[in-house]
């Protein structure tokens, strides 16, 4: 006799909607409510309508900062990892050296070096203050890109390392045998592979490379952390700015981790 399997039903704290009302979380959320009312009520707010224009461009400055130099940075960590997997032992040992040493520096340390130092000696050779890059290599962010990249780079490289690593060799062995060229199973499995094997970590990164985009402004780059320090100069508040501070980042934050959260969704990764 045939029997009919049942569907497959939802598991987990939040199967049932109702679950999620639960006494302490209803606490929790009286007392979020409490603290934001106290906030909106006993602070001053009156200065934050004519500095919304200039938040805004912080913002977006600061999204411009952790987009495109994650997206570079990534770009540099897929070789990093990937060479110190598979290549020969000098370009493996300059790769591990690069991440070592990049993340066993402060980043601040690393930004400074870059505009202070590197950016110093550039006007100093009438070659570059005549070439059709000096008028980027005059301008701060280009070495707050640069900063940025190369440190997520160093952090992702090594997570691109151990997910080259922890590809089962069996599916390699398998696209061979099936006839793939080295570059098409590099393309076809073995980075899609990784990838699926990083994307949790890089959750993590992402938003660690969001709490370090406020370093730039210490190079006179104007995010959002620069706006706000013009605001408390502005205005000679300290708690209000701050607030708003950490609201602007917990929110952007949360955008990142339910970003990354559907994705993984669409994309299996258990397992792999």
């Known amino acids: 006799m045939s029997t009919v399997t049942p569907p497959l039903q939802k598991t987990g704290e939040f199967a049932n909607p109702s679950s999620f009302f639960r006494p302490h979380r209803i606490i929790l959320m009286l007392i979020f409510v409490a603290i934001v009312a106290s906030c909106a009520w006993f602070m001053r707010w009156d200065w934050l309508p004519r500095y ?3 938040l805004g461009q912080g913002v977006l400055v600061t999204l411009a900062m952790l987009f495109s130099t994650a997206f570079l940075g990534f770009l540099l960590a ?40 590197l950016g110093s000696l550039f006007p100093q050779f009438p070659e570059i203050r005549q070439s059709f890059l000096w008028p980027y290599l005059r301008e701060a962010w280009p070495y707050g890109v640069a900063a940025l990249t190369i440190s997520f780079a160093a952090y992702e490289g090594e997570v691109m390392r151990g997910a080259f690593a922890g590809v089962p060799a069996g599916e390699l062995e398998a696209g061979r045998a099936y006839g793939m060229k080295p570059f098409t199973l590099f393309r076809r499995i073995w980075l899609p592979r990784a990838i699926h094997r990083a994307l949790p970590t890089l959750n993590g990164e992402m938003v660690l490379q969001l709490k370090s985009t406020p370093l730039v402004a210490t190079i006179t780059v104007v995010d959002v952390y620069a706006i706000i320090s013009r605001v408390r100069q502005e205005t000679f508040l300290t708690y209000e700015p701050l607030l708003l501070l950490a609201l602007i980042y917990l929110c952007l934050t949360g955008v990142l981790v339910y970003g990354f959260k559907k994705l993984e969704d669409r994309i299996p990764t258990r397992g792999v």
Do not use: E, H
């Open 52 to 54: 919304i224009p200039r």
């Open 78 to 117: 897929v070789p990093l990892g990937l060479v110190q997997v598979i290549g020969p032992w000098p370009i493996k040992w300059l790769a591990s050296g690069f991440c070592t040493v990049i993340r066993g520096t402060p980043l601040l340390l690393q930004l400074w070096l870059l505009y202070y130092g």
